[in-house]
């Protein structure tokens, strides 16, 4: 009786050993075996053929949304498609589909977030022909534009319209010549009647005395002696920085009792007491590009800086 209590005991320990060899190679397959087959059958291999496209900008906002900006040029290949390719900081990608772009069309294409991966350092995008697919086109590091959180109104002027906002502008002398607003213009406020706390970013030409941006029942923003000057009824702040005769990034950025003015990054400190606009539409004149309003701080002045600086 004792030599078969311990043939039994011998086989039930052998049973739980072989069941748990069993678990661990699950185990091994499931965390091993299976993320490799996956990151293989997602991996994609790009072709030799290209054509002329380029990664014009990438528009990364705080939420995951992103803008990328294709240009193609000539050729008259016809496209199926086009696969943009998200790279994060660890080197992790992305996939995404899209429709395709036409010979000598500039195009803006949207993406939801990608929460598969961390935060985008680039984009590559190829084209897609026959079903085959072409050579990866990357964006430069400097295509990257990160707009950060509050923005409530950014006028690009590639044409009248507010691309964040829904605001219009309405010409009422010049034009838009260039991408650039070169005149004066009238432009809707929705949204942009803030209390406390704003921050104005945007690109002026040459430094001849003049208003340049005026809220109605508001504030003005002016080029005094060289100099950039806010005025809030009877407060105000000015630059210590002197514009040049080209292109000048200014930013105000207002907050109580410390405000801030940068002209192309240099920066002068002045004092709010408070700040709160009524209603009252934007009037800009001058030549002026890339004006975006946000209701609080601007955190990354110098990256909007680099992306949107003049040549």
Same mark, same amino acid.
């Given at each position: 009786?004792?030599?078969?209590?311990?043939?039994?005991?011998?086989?039930?320990?052998?049973?739980?050993?072989?069941?748990?060899?069993?678990?661990?190679?699950?185990?091994?397959? &499931? +965390?091993?075996?299976?993320?490799?087959?996956?990151?293989?059958?997602?991996?994609?291999?790009?072709?030799?053929?290209?054509?002329?496209? !380029?990664?014009?900008?990438?528009?990364?906002?705080?939420?995951?949304?992103?803008?990328?900006?294709?240009?193609?040029? =000539?050729?008259?290949?016809?496209?199926?498609?086009?696969?943009?390719?998200?790279?994060?900081?660890?080197?992790?990608?992305?996939?995404?589909?899209?429709?395709?772009?036409?010979?000598?069309?500039?195009?803006?294409?949207?993406?939801?977030?990608?929460?598969?991966?961390?935060?985008?350092?680039?984009?590559?995008?190829?084209?897609? $022909?026959?079903?085959?697919?072409?050579?990866?086109?990357? =964006?430069?590091?400097?295509?990257?534009?990160? $707009?950060? =959180?509050?923005?409530?109104?950014?006028?690009?002027?590639?044409?009248?319209?507010?691309?964040?906002?829904?605001?219009?502008?309405?010409?009422?002398?010049?034009?838009?010549?260039?991408?650039?607003?070169?005149? !004066?213009?009238?432009?809707?406020?929705?949204?942009?009647?803030?209390? +406390?706390?704003?921050?104005?970013?945007?690109?002026?030409?040459?430094?001849?005395?003049?208003?340049?941006?005026?809220?109605?029942?508001?504030?003005?923003?002016?080029?005094?002696?060289?100099?950039?000057?806010?005025?809030?009824?009877?407060?105000?702040?000015?630059?210590?920085? !002197?514009?040049?005769? =080209? &292109?000048?990034?200014?930013?105000?950025?207002?907050?109580?009792?410390?405000?801030?003015?940068?002209?192309?990054?240099?920066?002068?400190?002045?004092?709010?007491?408070?700040?709160?606009?009524?209603?009252?539409?934007?009037?800009?004149?001058?030549?002026?590009?890339?004006?975006?309003?946000?209701?609080?701080? $601007?955190?990354?002045?110098?990256?909007?800086?680099?992306?949107?600086?003049?040549?």
């Amino acid at each position: 009786m004792v030599k078969v209590g311990r043939k039994a005991q011998v086989g039930i320990i052998s049973l739980i050993l072989i069941i748990l060899i069993v678990i661990i190679l699950i185990a091994i397959v &499931w +965390n091993v075996l299976v993320p490799l087959i996956k990151e293989k059958g997602e991996d994609v291999q790009f072709g030799k053929f290209t054509i002329n496209l !380029e990664v014009k900008e990438v528009i990364l906002f705080e939420n995951g949304v992103s803008m990328i900006t294709i240009n193609r040029k =000539s050729g008259n290949e016809e496209l199926d498609g086009l696969k943009f390719v998200f790279y994060d900081e660890a080197g992790n990608s992305e996939v995404r589909d899209k429709e395709p772009i036409h010979e000598l069309e500039t195009k803006t294409y949207s993406f939801a977030a990608i929460p598969e991966i961390g935060k985008i350092s680039r984009v590559g995008v190829a084209p897609i $022909i026959k079903g085959n697919l072409g050579m990866l086109i990357e =964006s430069a590091p400097s295509d990257i534009l990160m $707009i950060p =959180s509050g923005v409530v109104g950014w006028w690009r002027f590639d044409d009248l319209k507010d691309f964040i906002g829904g605001n219009e502008c309405t010409l009422i002398k010049g034009g838009i010549i260039d991408g650039v607003l070169n005149g !004066e213009a009238n432009c809707d406020s929705k949204g942009l009647n803030l209390v +406390n706390n704003m921050a104005i970013s945007f690109w002026v030409n040459g430094n001849d005395n003049k208003k340049i941006i005026t809220k109605r029942n508001g504030y003005e923003i002016s080029v005094v002696d060289k100099k950039i000057e806010f005025v809030y009824g009877d407060q105000q702040g000015i630059s210590d920085e !002197e514009l040049n005769m =080209s &292109w000048n990034h200014v930013v105000i950025d207002i907050a109580p009792a410390f405000s801030i003015i940068y002209v192309n990054n240099i920066p002068k400190t002045f004092s709010i007491s408070s700040f709160n606009l009524g209603e009252g539409n934007l009037i800009l004149n001058g030549e002026i590009d890339n004006l975006m309003i946000l209701n609080k701080s $601007i955190t990354n002045i110098e990256g909007i800086y680099n992306n949107q600086k003049k040549d």
